[in-house]
């Protein structure tokens, strides 16, 4: 009897031990391939996730190309600040976009040509040149600013920004540029 005791115990440890190293089976097997195939769907969908949560940090606007201002001649007689339109075009991504911006022509102390943004560096106004003060005024929050765009008064923390020009071919020609607003120092934006 006590062979047959311990003859069952025997067989309940292998019993045991074979039910614990249990070879992988089918059904486990499409588990983990499911599994697997999961993971490799959900990878490849994510994909255009990332691309479109990471697409304003890695792409740029195109720069902004040189506007006609008109013929040099035209601005080389101007005693005070000329206003004048130019048409900006920017691609953005896969926008094309077609803007009018007022700049104001000015000379500066050596004779040379110079132009400024009409935008206030305050909060984005736009600004206009008072011809009997001889000063540029902004609507707003009563910003004043010199015939040269230098700052008067007023809560704005700089002057009227000058833009990028040149003379080719005869023509005064503007890269038209927005700064940061609210900011003592002029930094680009766009």
């Not at 201002?69 to 101007?78: K, M, Q, T, V, Y």
């Not at 130019?86 to 009018?100: A, L, S």
Request: with cysteine; charged share 25%.
């Amino acid at each position: 009897m006590e062979e047959n005791a311990t003859y069952q115990i025997e067989t309940e440890t292998e019993k045991n031990t074979v039910d614990t190293h249990t070879p992988t089976n089918r059904r486990t097997f499409l588990g983990w391939l499911l599994g697997l195939g999961t993971v490799t769907v959900g990878g490849f969908l994510s994909v255009p996730l990332f691309k479109f949560a990471l697409h304003p940090l890695t792409e740029t606007t195109t720069e902004t190309a040189w506007s006609d201002l008109g013929n040099a001649d035209e601005f080389a007689s101007i005693n005070g600040p000329k206003k004048a339109v130019i048409t900006v075009n920017q691609t953005d991504g896969w926008r094309k976009v077609v803007q009018e911006k007022s700049v104001y022509v000015i000379k500066g102390a050596d004779d040379k040509l110079k132009v400024i943004s009409s935008i206030c560096p305050h909060l984005g106004c736009s600004v206009r040149y008072n011809d009997a003060d001889k000063k540029f005024a902004c609507p707003c929050h009563k910003g004043v600013f010199e015939n040269d765009g230098k700052l008067v008064s007023g809560p704005p923390p700089r002057g009227l920004d000058e833009l990028d020009s040149r003379i080719a071919d005869g023509k005064l020609q503007v890269r038209y540029q927005s700064f940061r607003q609210l900011v003592p120092t002029k930094e680009v934006i766009a």
